[in-house]
Structures are given as structure tokens and as C-alpha cells.
């Protein structure tokens, strides 16, 4: 029988009473959301989540749990859209007290999504219930409504919130720090106050363990969030410092050249070193561009290499800090100079981005060109052209 199940035929049993003397009966709706369940997805919850108010158990306990692993399942920018998708399921507002009936892990889901009904006495009495429920579950349903359109709900959820602040609770903050994030972009109302305690709370020292486990979160938004968190405390703690140099994703590692002004000086110049000969080239120019003197006084030679870089967003930095300090006097000379002792593609790429190809090199230059053609990244190689009467060098794919 359940092979014969869809989800349009599981719906329309589960939306219908129970009958005696036809179906669906109770075990009919049972058998249903057995087959639904790993299945279930939030749109289902349209008809499944009226059941958990049944008083028959065993179909309200089904019903409940499959509530929870959906809403258990949602990832950060979920949380964000789930308004809209159940604030129209059919909830009683007489009958919240009894979700208490049910095991807590299953209580609080069913209580926050009552919490995220369009009907403003619903969202209150459902928010005071979930207020004596304890667990890090209830962190994403409070923190929605801490930006919610009518002031004694969001007053209310604010000091929930408020209460929430404990160590037990970092990861969920952290998790759902996508929410948080969001208070800053709210017009209605100003939420930076709030905002503020939260981000206080996660920089409190009696927590600093807790936000440095999660450096190797999967998510990289929850790195960041976490590295940003440790900002102030890099210049004493270097494991920050080389998780962050070490991380797959450039985005973090951008960060770290943000932050490079918090270090001292020894600190500073060794971080230095270990992203000037970054993979990205969007962290080496940030490099460049924010520690120029630096860069100049102490990587005078990896100045001359990232300027024939085969990137040309890291060869033009380094050539436009070479020029200005005086490291390369003549542009043209030193690429001719490399292209001849040392070649590469960058190398010619770079004479002829500066467009200086003399005539009677054009065959030599022609040479270097087809020999060099395998040398750029992303099988990517370089082509001469005239355009106007210049000859300059193309990247082609």
C-alpha cells in the first residue's frame, strides 16, 4: 500500500477527519506521514503541522517529529524566508499550551513555528510560552522576532534574547549569526542596540574557546563571523593568526589582511611573506594595496616577481609600487630583461601591457610568445596582435 503513495495522495489524507466507517482512518494518517517523513520538506508542513494539536498521541507525536526534522534541517539564509512560507498554517491559539504535552525537543519547534504566525496574539502567546522552554533551539525562532513589526512582541523577544546569552548557547548564536547580521539592515526599528550586546556577549574571554572551535566550521560566512569575533585578540593568540593564513577559502584569508594592522611588527612582517605568496590573486593585490611601504622595504625582490605575475591585477599593483619607489626606473627594460634571463608569460605580458613592442623585436617577441603559450594558468595563452598600429599581447582561452 505505501508504494502506492505521492505526496499530492498523502496530502489529501491528512488534511481529511478521521472516520469511522471510511477512510481515512487513524492508521490510514499514520501509514501517511510514516511515508512522508523522510520525505518532508517545509512545504509539507502545511499539512502536517495542524496534527500535532490532535489528542489522539501516536498521530500527534508522528506529526511532531516530523516537524522538527525539518525545521532541525534548515541551514542560515533559510531562517531568513521561513515567514513567508508558514505564517498561514491553521494554529489555535486556546490550544498552545498543549505543544507542552510533548517532549521538549519537539515542544520548542512546535511552539517557534506558532511564533512565526501572521496573527500578532498568536506570535505573543506562543513567544511567553517558548520563553520557559530551555535549549539553543529557541535561538533562531526569538532572534527572528526581535525584529518584529509590533513593539510589545519584539520587546518581549529582545529581553528572551537577552536570556539566552549563556556559554551553552554560543554555537546556535554562531550558527545563526545570519540573524543577527540582519538586525543592522532593519528600517522599522533600530536594532544596533540589541545587535551590539549580542556581538559583546561573543567577545566575552570567558568564551573565546568556544568561537575558536568553530574556526573550522564548514560555513564560510561562520569563519568569518568567528574570525571577526577574534579580531582584537590576534596579536596574542598566533593559532588565529595561521588558521586564517591556512584557510581554503580566500575570502578568510582576505580578512587577515585586514587585520594585519593588529599586529606587531615581527608578527606583521611574517604574515606578509605568507600571502604575497598567496594562490589568490585578489589577496596578494589587497596585500600590496594595504602595506605598500612595508612591502617595498622588505620584499624588494617579490615586488620584481609579482611583477611579471602571470595575474594582471598583482603584476599592475607591483609595477605601479616598483615605479614609485624607484625599483624598476624603466618598465620596458626590466620585462625585456626578464624575458631574456628569466621568461615567462607574465613577463610578456607585462611589456606588453605597458605597449612597447620595438618592430624589429616582433619576431623574437613571436617566439617567446608560442614558447611561453602553455605557461598561463586555466590553459589559457598569448596571442600578439596590431590594433591602431600597436602591437600588444592578448590572453586567449
Same mark, same amino acid.
Given at each position: 500500500m505505501l508504494e502506492l503513495y505521492d505526496k499530492y495522495s498523502v496530502h489529501q489524507i491528512l488534511v481529511k477527519p478521521i472516520r469511522l466507517f471510511a477512510s481515512p482512518?487513524?492508521? /490510514?494518517?499514520?501509514?501517511?506521514?510514516?511515508?512522508?517523513?523522510?520525505?518532508?520538506e517545509i512545504s509539507d508542513l502545511e499539512y502536517v503541522y495542524p496534527l500535532v494539536f490532535e489528542k489522539k498521541t501516536q498521530l500527534g507525536l508522528v506529526a511532531a517529529e516530523i516537524v522538527h526534522d525539518v525545521m532541525t534541517n534548515l541551514t542560515g539564509k533559510q531562517w531568513g524566508s521561513i515567514y513567508d512560507k508558514t505564517k498561514y498554517l491553521r494554529i489555535d491559539k486556546e490550544n498552545l499550551t498543549f505543544l507542552l504535552k510533548y517532549p521538549e525537543n519537539l515542544s520548542v519547534h512546535l511552539l517557534g513555528i506558532a511564533t512565526l504566525n501572521y496573527n500578532g496574539y498568536v506570535r505573543e502567546k506562543a513567544l511567553r510560552i517558548l520563553s520557559g522552554v530551555s535549549g539553543s533551539d529557541v535561538v533562531p525562532? #526569538? !532572534?527572528?522576532?526581535?525584529?518584529?513589526?509590533?513593539e510589545p512582541i519584539r520587546m518581549i523577544a529582545c529581553h528572551v534574547l537577552r536570556e539566552t546569552l549563556t556559554a551553552s548557547n554560543i554555537d546556535a548564536l554562531i550558527t545563526n549569526f545570519y540573524l543577527i547580521d540582519k538586525m543592522k539592515n532593519i528600517l522599522r526599528v533600530d536594532l544596533k542596540i540589541i545587535q551590539a550586546e549580542v556581538i559583546s556577549f561573543l567577545k566575552d574571554e570567558s568564551v573565546t574557546g568556544r568561537i575558536k572551535a568553530n574556526l573550522r566550521h564548514p560555513n564560510v560566512k561562520t569563519r568569518l563571523l568567528?574570525?571577526?569575533i577574534l579580531a582584537d585578540r590576534i596579536s596574542n593568540d598566533k593559532?588565529?593568526? %595561521?588558521?586564517?593564513?591556512?584557510d581554503k577559502s580566500f575570502e578568510v584569508r582576505l580578512w587577515l589582511v585586514g587585520a594585519i594592522s593588529k599586529l606587531e611588527a615581527k608578527q606583521k612582517h %611574517?604574515?606578509?611573506?605568507? !600571502?604575497?605568496?598567496d594562490k589568490s590573486a585578489r589577496v596578494k593585490v589587497?596585500?600590496?594595496?594595504?602595506? *605598500? %611601504?612595508? #612591502?617595498c622595504n622588505e620584499f624588494k625582490e617579490y615586488i620584481l616577481e609579482l611583477a611579471r605575475d602571470e595575474h594582471t591585477s598583482p603584476r599592475e599593483a607591483a609595477r605601479y609600487i616598483a615605479k614609485s619607489s624607484l625599483l624598476i626606473e624603466?618598465? *620596458? /627594460?626590466?620585462?625585456?630583461?626578464?624575458?631574456?634571463?628569466? *621568461?615567462?608569460?607574465?613577463?610578456i605580458l607585462g611589456l606588453g601591457e605597458i605597449q612597447a613592442w620595438p618592430t624589429n623585436d616582433e619576431g623574437f617577441y613571436r617566439g617567446q610568445c608560442r614558447f611561453h603559450k602553455q605557461e598561463c594558468s586555466g590553459g589559457t595563452f598569448i596571442k600578439l596582435? #596590431?590594433?591602431n598600429g600597436k602591437r600588444i599581447f592578448q590572453v586567449m582561452t
Amino acid at each position: 500500500m505505501l508504494e502506492l503513495y505521492d505526496k499530492y495522495s498523502v496530502h489529501q489524507i491528512l488534511v481529511k477527519p478521521i472516520r469511522l466507517f471510511a477512510s481515512p482512518k487513524l492508521k /490510514d494518517k499514520i501509514d501517511a506521514l510514516h511515508w512522508l517523513r523522510d520525505k518532508a520538506e517545509i512545504s509539507d508542513l502545511e499539512y502536517v503541522y495542524p496534527l500535532v494539536f490532535e489528542k489522539k498521541t501516536q498521530l500527534g507525536l508522528v506529526a511532531a517529529e516530523i516537524v522538527h526534522d525539518v525545521m532541525t534541517n534548515l541551514t542560515g539564509k533559510q531562517w531568513g524566508s521561513i515567514y513567508d512560507k508558514t505564517k498561514y498554517l491553521r494554529i489555535d491559539k486556546e490550544n498552545l499550551t498543549f505543544l507542552l504535552k510533548y517532549p521538549e525537543n519537539l515542544s520548542v519547534h512546535l511552539l517557534g513555528i506558532a511564533t512565526l504566525n501572521y496573527n500578532g496574539y498568536v506570535r505573543e502567546k506562543a513567544l511567553r510560552i517558548l520563553s520557559g522552554v530551555s535549549g539553543s533551539d529557541v535561538v533562531p525562532y #526569538v !532572534l527572528l522576532r526581535v525584529y518584529d513589526w509590533v513593539e510589545p512582541i519584539r520587546m518581549i523577544a529582545c529581553h528572551v534574547l537577552r536570556e539566552t546569552l549563556t556559554a551553552s548557547n554560543i554555537d546556535a548564536l554562531i550558527t545563526n549569526f545570519y540573524l543577527i547580521d540582519k538586525m543592522k539592515n532593519i528600517l522599522r526599528v533600530d536594532l544596533k542596540i540589541i545587535q551590539a550586546e549580542v556581538i559583546s556577549f561573543l567577545k566575552d574571554e570567558s568564551v573565546t574557546g568556544r568561537i575558536k572551535a568553530n574556526l573550522r566550521h564548514p560555513n564560510v560566512k561562520t569563519r568569518l563571523l568567528c574570525y571577526s569575533i577574534l579580531a582584537d585578540r590576534i596579536s596574542n593568540d598566533k593559532d588565529i593568526v %595561521e588558521l586564517a593564513a591556512r584557510d581554503k577559502s580566500f575570502e578568510v584569508r582576505l580578512w587577515l589582511v585586514g587585520a594585519i594592522s593588529k599586529l606587531e611588527a615581527k608578527q606583521k612582517h %611574517e604574515v606578509i611573506r605568507v !600571502l604575497l605568496h598567496d594562490k589568490s590573486a585578489r589577496v596578494k593585490v589587497a596585500v600590496l594595496r594595504s602595506a *605598500p %611601504e612595508m #612591502v617595498c622595504n622588505e620584499f624588494k625582490e617579490y615586488i620584481l616577481e609579482l611583477a611579471r605575475d602571470e595575474h594582471t591585477s598583482p603584476r599592475e599593483a607591483a609595477r605601479y609600487i616598483a615605479k614609485s619607489s624607484l625599483l624598476i626606473e624603466d618598465a *620596458p /627594460d626590466f620585462y625585456r630583461d626578464r624575458i631574456r634571463t628569466r *621568461p615567462s608569460g607574465g613577463a610578456i605580458l607585462g611589456l606588453g601591457e605597458i605597449q612597447a613592442w620595438p618592430t624589429n623585436d616582433e619576431g623574437f617577441y613571436r617566439g617567446q610568445c608560442r614558447f611561453h603559450k602553455q605557461e598561463c594558468s586555466g590553459g589559457t595563452f598569448i596571442k600578439l596582435k #596590431v590594433r591602431n598600429g600597436k602591437r600588444i599581447f592578448q590572453v586567449m582561452t
